[in-house]
């Protein structure tokens, strides 16, 4: 069974920043993914960045240069800086794991979300 468990969402002004942090714990395969979705009302999950274990980051366009994902893997942690941030950054922000069981083939876990709201 694996447990994520995300924190440091809440209420920031436009421009401000947050910092997200989520730890993993319970049995997974050291060679994972760990990365960050958000959801806004009304709208699907999206993916906003990942980072494998050796490091490799990926983002969506409209967070580059805003948000900066890092993880700890000694501590099986990923954390999101959330910098210059914009009403349309506001969503439920989930830390996901995908645990690999081949070199193809995985298995998604998610934590319980943090709210981000940006608003003046």
């Known amino acids: 069974h694996v447990q994520l468990v995300e924190s440091g969402g809440g209420l920031v002004q436009p421009g401000g920043s947050l910092r997200l942090s989520c730890i993993a714990s319970g049995s997974f395969f050291s060679t994972n993914d760990m990365g960050w979705y958000r959801q806004a009302p009304g709208k699907q999950r999206e993916l906003v960045a990942t980072?494998?274990?050796?490091?490799?980051?990926n983002y969506i366009d409209s967070v580059k240069g805003r948000f900066t994902i890092s993880r700890d893997n000694a501590k099986n942690m990923v954390y999101l800086q959330l910098d210059s941030l914009k009403p349309e950054d506001t969503a439920v922000y989930f830390c996901?794991?995908?645990?690999?069981?081949?070199?193809?083939?995985?298995?998604?876990?998610w934590g319980q979300g943090t709210q981000v709201t940006v608003s003046s």
């Open positions: 980072a494998t274990w050796g490091g490799s980051t």
């Open positions: 996901n794991l995908k645990n690999y069981f081949t070199s193809t083939q995985y298995r998604d876990y």
